[in-house]
């Protein structure tokens, strides 16, 4: 089991944790907003985080899912972030939206790395990938990026908008784009014979599908699993699931992909999380991954 943290990103920072709150800093700008997992109280003040925080969300309590933004004057919506590593340069939109989230999981970064390094090693020219529940598109960034075919899947039209923004803005193209639900395209991928040397998940615990398609985490991720071994190529290949739920264990994961995929090569699993300015591990998350490169 492993406990992986992005590091050396000098855009991102998560300045403190605590009391159901985060205390981030994206580029030039500083936000605070809730955490479910961060039960511990906070190292700074509440007047440090009002005087560092250029905009605070306020959940709606008629609808707790969503919230509007307090901002201060000089916060600008949307603004922009570069993360760049190894062969990796890319840039990102964000933007306060109604539902706490910026456009961008931090916690991910290590992901990004990990994708562009397996691409790079394979034999095969340009790999074919694979990206479900993609959201606005940083692991598909990365992908492209390193040289690979990509396809991009989510449910929602807006969120792929922004993602396509975000391969224009890292001077990328050639995605293909597909707003479907990630199952049903899965499943036709598989009638089809069509096969990907990486793929890619990120499933919510909760969601929809564009035609009212319901999706359950603990209900469904064991046949889109079975699905996906089918999708993936015997030779070259890597494997990512990323899974962000209270109370899921990564030794779930663990089972479910040792049940539908045998051994593994160079299998890694463990969680994701974000280290405070004072050293509190914020967790965000559980994955597994492996690859035959």
Not at 5 to 22: C, V
Not at 90 to 118: C, M
Request: with cysteine.
């Amino acid at each position: 089991m492993q406990l992986l943290t992005p590091e050396h990103w000098t855009e991102y920072e998560l300045l403190d944790s605590g009391n159901f709150q985060k205390l981030e800093r994206f580029g030039s700008f500083v936000l605070d907003r809730p955490e479910p997992q961060a039960i511990w109280d906070k190292s700074l003040s509440d007047q440090e985080w009002a005087r560092q925080a250029h905009a605070t969300f306020r959940r709606d309590r008629q609808s707790p899912e969503r919230g509007d933004w307090q901002t201060r004057p000089e916060m600008r919506d949307p603004w922009f972030v570069s993360f760049r590593e190894g062969g990796l340069d890319l840039r990102f939109k964000l933007s306060l939206t109604s539902f706490k989230h910026v456009g961008l999981f931090p916690e991910q970064a290590t992901n990004w790395t990990y994708i562009h390094d397996r691409i790079r090693a394979m034999s095969v020219s340009r790999p074919r990938v694979l990206n479900l529940f993609a959201y606005t598109g940083a692991a598909s960034l990365a992908a492209r990026q390193a040289g690979a075919d990509v396809t991009h899947v989510d449910s929602v039209r807006q969120v792929i908008s922004w993602a396509r923004e975000n391969m224009d803005y890292s001077n990328l193209d050639n995605i293909r784009w597909v707003v479907e639900d990630a199952m049903k395209f899965v499943r036709r991928e598989v009638r089809r014979g069509n096969t990907y040397n990486g793929l890619i998940l990120d499933p919510p615990a909760y969601g929809r599908g564009p035609d009212g398609e319901k999706w359950v985490l603990e209900e469904h991720l064991n046949e889109l699993l079975k699905a996906c071994a089918d999708l993936l190529d015997r030779t070259d290949f890597f494997f990512i699931i990323n899974l962000y739920s209270l109370g899921f264990s990564s030794l779930i994961v663990d089972n479910l992909i040792r049940q539908v995929f045998g051994q593994v090569p160079n299998a890694e699993w463990g969680e994701l999380y974000l280290d405070d300015a004072s050293r509190k591990r914020l967790p965000l998350g559980v994955f597994f991954r492996f690859a035959s490169v």
